[in-house]
């Protein structure tokens, strides 16, 4: 982890935090190229690209606009699947403080002012082994837990919607069964990653998970949502900054992906996602706009001239 900061201690503070690990991907796809307007590479959107800006727009010492600190923290480990130890977490305990917070996952320039929680669950499901031949004499454990993920995706909590929202998000993201080809598999787990909506309660989905029927159930890891306010004035201040470095009108959304912005949101300190435009993170062509990198480092750099006076403005969030 990497923190630096420029102004004095005792001035409002403005933390940009990002993260610099990605998800896994094939060797090729670490190798950058530019198609036209397109940076395509791991990492590209989600989110190198994002970080360089922001290391950019930190002001050299003895640059920072007057009456504010800006604070950059770098964290490594945003996409593993751990819900305790984060990076972001311990560098909130160890000290770091500001008054507002911008995370600079992908937003395609739009303000992230929620995002979904996550509960990442593997559920185990058993049957009956047989022989290969006849596997009508036993019960397919591998079939039976695909049932039982179709029968998740359409559970009432799949099916609800908010303002922000379409829809929670599901994925079987692992699966794993039997241990030879010519048995019937007696025993099947799945992992499965569901981004609830913030309204949603994760017990009651859990209820409705157990209703579908026999099977074992454990965490992985799990992250409560975030719901932040439209009419904070550093979201205002965010959006004014941001329409004007780029067409068109920049508004609140909600974000699908976890976020962050949750080890700054639980001690109080109000945190956004905020990043440039782009496409395909985790994907096999992930990409990010170059020009809207232009938008993104100057839409922060007037961001942070504003600092100060959004710091004395009265927040709702």
Not at 24 to 52: S, T
Request: net charge negative; glycine share 12%; with cysteine.
């Amino acid at each position: 982890m990497i923190t630096a900061s420029v102004g004095k201690p005792a001035d409002p503070a403005i933390i940009l935090h990002g993260h610099f690990d990605v998800v896994p991907a094939e060797p090729g796809q670490f190798e950058p190229r530019v198609e036209g307007d397109r940076l395509i590479g791991r990492g590209a959107y989600d989110m190198k690209a994002a970080l360089a800006a922001m290391m950019l727009a930190l002001p050299v010492p003895g640059s920072a606009p007057p009456g504010l600190r800006v604070v950059l923290g770098i964290v490594s480990d945003e996409e593993s699947e751990v819900d305790k130890d984060r990076g972001s977490d311990f560098l909130v305990d160890s000290g770091l403080t500001g008054d507002f917070a911008i995370t600079g996952e992908p937003t395609d320039l739009n303000i992230g002012v929620a995002a979904k929680g996550v509960l990442a669950l593997r559920i185990g499901v058993a049957g009956r082994a047989a022989h290969g031949s006849t596997p009508w004499l036993g019960d397919n454990a591998v079939l039976r837990a695909v049932e039982m993920f179709r029968g998740l995706e359409s559970l009432p909590f799949a099916r609800e919607s908010s303002e922000l929202f379409d829809r929670p998000s599901i994925n079987l993201g692992r699966i794993q069964g039997g241990d030879a080809i010519n048995k019937v598999p007696d025993y099947c787990s799945i992992d499965v990653d569901i981004r609830y909506l913030p309204h949603q309660d994760p017990e009651e989905i859990l209820e409705q998970i157990r209703g579908l029927g026999p099977a074992a159930m454990e965490s992985i890891f799990a992250l409560p949502p975030i719901d932040g306010s439209f009419e904070s004035p550093w979201v205002k201040g965010l959006m004014e900054a941001a329409d004007a470095h780029h067409e068109g009108t920049s508004v609140s959304i909600g974000r699908d992906g976890a976020s962050d912005a949750l080890s700054f949101k639980r001690v109080g300190i109000p945190a956004v996602e905020f990043g440039p435009v782009g496409a395909g993170h985790h994907g096999p062509e992930e990409w990010v706009s170059i020009a809207s990198l232009e938008s993104y480092l100057g839409t922060l750099r007037e961001f942070l001239g504003m600092g100060a006076s959004l710091a004395g403005s009265p927040t709702d969030d």
